[in-house]
């Protein structure tokens, strides 16, 4: 499996930045940036992935972060609505 490669993290290790190098068909290699965030007093984990370029990724980094989650064991959680879980 392809995998990713930390490349910072805070202090208190409740933010975590990792890279997953890709090669993109016509357009070559590039990088998706993951980011996590632990939150404080909570079980809940914030994350957000982007391909470095720009260019779309056609739902990689969504069923990289999915197979994770199911890898983990971790629920998913409704989307926060004006700050109340739905």
Do not use: C, H
């Given at each position: 499996?392809?995998?990713?490669?930390?490349?910072?993290f805070s202090k208190d290790k409740r933010y975590l930045r990792a890279e997953f190098l890709v090669d993109v068909p016509i357009v070559g290699k590039d990088a998706d940036?993951?980011?996590?965030?632990?939150?404080?007093?909570?079980?809940?984990?914030?994350?957000?992935?982007?391909?470095?370029?720009?260019?779309?990724?056609?739902?990689?980094?969504?069923?990289?972060?999915?197979?994770?989650?199911?890898?983990?064991?971790?629920?998913?959680?409704?989307?926060?609505?004006?700050?109340?879980?739905?």
């Amino acid at each position: 499996k392809e995998g990713g490669k930390i490349v910072s993290f805070s202090k208190d290790k409740r933010y975590l930045r990792a890279e997953f190098l890709v090669d993109v068909p016509i357009v070559g290699k590039d990088a998706d940036d993951v980011e996590w965030y632990f939150t404080p007093d909570d079980t809940v984990v914030q994350f957000r992935a982007e391909r470095r370029s720009g260019q779309p990724d056609f739902g990689k980094n969504r069923d990289r972060l999915e197979a994770l989650r199911i890898r983990l064991g971790w629920e998913v959680l409704p989307v926060l609505r004006n700050r109340q879980r739905a």
